[in-house]
């Protein structure tokens, strides 16, 4: 037991586990543990025909981490920085990524990038639908309830904020609109009046 | 083209968009014809991961047939049923060249501290994912293989991410034998951790979760004993209990950045994004051992930091192995593995979604319905 040299014995000899579980022990020798260990030279360069590969054609300033001492040669092209949100990024790629700075910025414009896009989106013929992009018919046509209820989940305790990170923003964008049109409305009505106000 | 892509936190739809080119002479497109949701994409589906953009397409574990090749080509041909690997890289850097796949420094110019990943955000790389029609596959003389022609699609596409991610998880866990093995998490990575450490012989496997039909799965495709936390006041003191005070000897996490167990965590993490993850299985694990054992982490975790007791690492003499998979490192292997029968990586498959129905196969993902563990995307095309 613990308190002296001896290990606390287990429950099933090796002879028993090999009978009960297929495979067992076939990767017992660290030989037949493709990762051990960690560093191992790979002469076959698994198939790539260069030391240095040629490099992508870079068709718009690629953003970098300033860690990297040049651009990769080979780089995604998907979503390139646009907007105030790209302003936030490529401003954000001005830090190493050993600054806070650098990940909260790249957050912020994350945040700054889905309004961005929601506000677009109002103005196209396919305009984001909180409502069948969440998915939410799931929880109808896949169990929602059963798959709850009687469940020992401990992740039910936060559940109930999800559509609160979803809907509460649309609903204070909704409720920040309605004020402003609302006080743009009383101004002209006010405006409206003082028009009729007689001249002394 | 069709794909699945991201409007902001808890949001997808598939639409239009245009098919991938070939940017550099080694790249190839691949039609995809099956795809899966990782565990992993939830923390992009969360908002959790640092510069993920708008109408990005997610997707890193990916099988399909080769459409088109770059001029440099030579290892693969239009035609080609071929399985994907989830590291994107370029073989001859200078951890490529050792083996280390996942750490490429070639592919990636967004960041250094991480390879190049499919359809994981800009952060890895910003390089559309597989969850679509087609995708962009770079140095496609690297990283795809054939896939063996007596291999079923729905073993391969779950051998790109899942099965080797699991089976290194394990190996970083230098088990030896007679171990006790505890794992933190019965999704699919912790599901095939569980199976690779009887395969290195470990004498007891002990898995942790709070979903009971994962832990079912946990006892059929891992033959590994159980616990739901939810069922103990303090899971930690239940394995000092069952290990005759010793503590394991081995730890894996493979829950990640999104862990459940301490509601604090969890929210100032997955909902308010103040930590890079939510670290309740790695703490776990750290108190869960032995003075002197060995935690290898498969879970992922954003680059934030996060509140890791790692007081208690230190005081215990911990041996802490990281990384993401090098899964063409895992291959042959793993391969063998199926032949034989020891891992079967299908039976972890729940649900097969549609790309149209994205939205719902997230959803059902996310919020864990219908007995949820592995669900795979089918493109329209496939």
């Known amino acids: 037991m613990t308190y002296t040299p001896h290990k606390p014995p287990l429950a099933e000899s090796p002879e028993q586990l090999r009978a009960r579980i297929p495979g067992w022990g076939v990767d017992l020798d660290p030989k037949d543990r493709p ?3 960690k560093l191992q030279f790979q002469e076959d360069f698994t198939g790539a025909h260069w ?3 040629e490099r992508q054609p870079e068709r ?6 300033p860690e990297h001492g040049m651009l990769t040669p080979v780089f995604g092209t998907a979503q390139p920085p646009s907007g105030v949100s790209g302003a936030i990024r490529r401003y954000a790629y001005r830090y190493s990524e050993g600054r806070t700075a650098h990940w909260l910025l790249l957050v912020l414009g994350d945040r700054v990038d889905a309004w961005e896009h929601h506000l677009k989106s109002l103005l196209t ?3 984001d639908n909180p409502v069948t992009e969440t998915g939410v018919k799931a929880e109808f046509t896949h169990h929602g309830l059963r798959s709850r209820v009687g469940q020992h989940r401990t992740d039910l305790k936060h559940q109930v904020l999800d559509p609160v990170i979803v809907g509460g923003p649309w609903i204070a964008a909704a409720g920040a609109a309605y004020a402003g049109a609302r006080r743009v409305s009383r101004s002209l009505a006010r405006a409206g009046s003082d028009g009729h106000r007689p001249v002394h | 083209m069709r794909a699945m892509v991201y409007r902001g936190p808890y949001k997808v739809r598939t639409e239009e968009k245009e098919r991938p080119a070939i940017e550099h002479p080694n790249d190839a497109i691949v039609r995809v014809t099956l795809a899966a949701i990782c565990g992993s994409d939830l923390h992009l589906y969360h908002g959790m991961m640092p510069d993920t953009r708008i109408g990005h397409t997610f997707g890193h574990e990916i099988i399909g047939v080769v459409d088109e090749v770059g001029s440099s080509v030579q290892n693969l041909q239009v035609g080609d049923r071929v399985m994907i690997p989830f590291n994107i890289f370029c073989g001859t850097c200078w951890y490529c060249a050792r083996g280390l796949y996942s750490n ?10 991480v390879g190049g990943i499919y359809g994981y955000s800009h952060t890895t790389g910003g390089y559309d994912g597989g969850q679509a029609e087609y ?8 990283g795809p293989s054939r896939i063996p022609d007596w291999m079923a699609d729905e073993d391969a596409v779950l051998l790109t991410d899942a099965t080797a991610t699991g089976y290194f998880g394990a190996q970083l866990g230098d088990i030896v034998q007679g171990d006790v093995v505890v794992v933190f998490g019965a999704g699919p990575v912790g599901l095939v951790a569980a199976k690779s450490a009887w395969l290195m012989g470990a004498g007891r496997v002990i898995v942790i979760d709070h979903l009971d039909h994962r832990l079912e799965k946990a006892r059929s495709f891992a033959h590994a004993e159980t616990y739901n936390f939810t069922e103990y006041g303090d899971i930690v003191l239940e394995m000092k209990k069952t290990t005759d005070w010793l503590g394991a000897d081995v730890a894996i996490d493979c829950v990640g950045a999104e862990a459940d167990g301490n509601f604090l965590q969890h929210v100032t993490s997955s909902k308010l994004k103040l930590q890079g993850g939510s670290p309740v299985a790695l703490n776990w694990a750290i108190d869960s051992v032995r003075k002197g054992a060995t935690i290898s982490v498969m879970g992922a975790y954003g680059p934030l930091f996060s509140a890791v007791k790692f007081g208690d690492a230190m005081n215990k003499g911990l041996t802490i192995h990281t990384n993401q998979a090098p899964v063409k490192r895992q291959w042959p292997r793993l391969f063998e593995h199926v032949r034989n029968g020891y891992l079967k990586p299908s039976e972890l498959v729940t649900h097969r979604i549609p790309l149209e129905h994205i939205a719902e196969g997230y959803h059902i993902f996310s919020a864990k319905l219908d007995g949820c563990i592995k669900p795979l995307v089918v493109p329209s095309a496939a």
């Open chain 1, 125 to 127: 013929l396919h305009p």
């Open chain 2, 104 to 113: 490429c420094h070639n592919v990636n110019p967004n960041a250094t501290a």
């Open chain 1, 51 to 53: 030391e240095f590969p």
């Open chain 1, 60 to 65: 718009y300033p690629r953003e970098r981490s």
């Open chain 2, 135 to 142: 995708v962009r596959v770079p140095f496609a003389d690297v």
């Open chain 1, 35 to 37: 990762s051990v260990p």
